[in-house]
């Protein structure tokens, strides 16, 4: 991170992608959402790569939890439309995002543990199949 040249009052901010992700989900939210961070007349090429890296690395920590959102709402009881509508795209992403995670996550044991049970893929797999989607 640099600070601004022009506005000493700004809080740093980061200005590659690695530096904006390592901040966390979180806090890159915050920061996204604190509109005294961002000027918005003179501005430097620092607000522009800062403003650049954040709404970058938000994006991909958003994306990458995007499949567990799915996940949650289909055990939850949402429909497979409304789980599509919310994330703004078809049934067949939706349903491609959630299984490329939850096929991962199956596998994935720790202390003997699955990351998601055969039971809760199941239980969503038929959701979607019910709606002519699968695999």
């Known amino acids: 991170m640099i600070p601004s040249h022009k506005r000493s009052e700004a809080p740093e901010r980061p200005i590659t992608f690695r530096a904006a992700e390592d901040l966390g989900a979180f806090e890159l939210a915050q920061l996204w959402a604190d509109r005294t961070a961002w000027p ?12 650049l890296a954040t709404m970058s690395a938000l994006a991909k920590w958003l994306q990458r939890w995007q499949p567990i959102a799915i996940h949650g709402a289909m055990l939850a009881g949402a429909k497979p439309e409304a789980v599509a509508g919310a994330l703004g795209n078809s049934l067949q992403v939706a349903f491609d995002r959630w299984h490329e995670w ?27 199949a019910a709606v002519g989607i699968k695999s």
């Open 40 to 51: 918005i007349n003179e501005r430097t090429a620092y607000d522009e790569l800062a403003e």
């Open 102 to 128: 939850a096929s991962r996550q199956r596998d994935f044991i720790v202390n003997g543990k699955p990351g998601i049970t055969e039971d809760e893929y199941q239980a969503v797999a038929r959701r979607f």
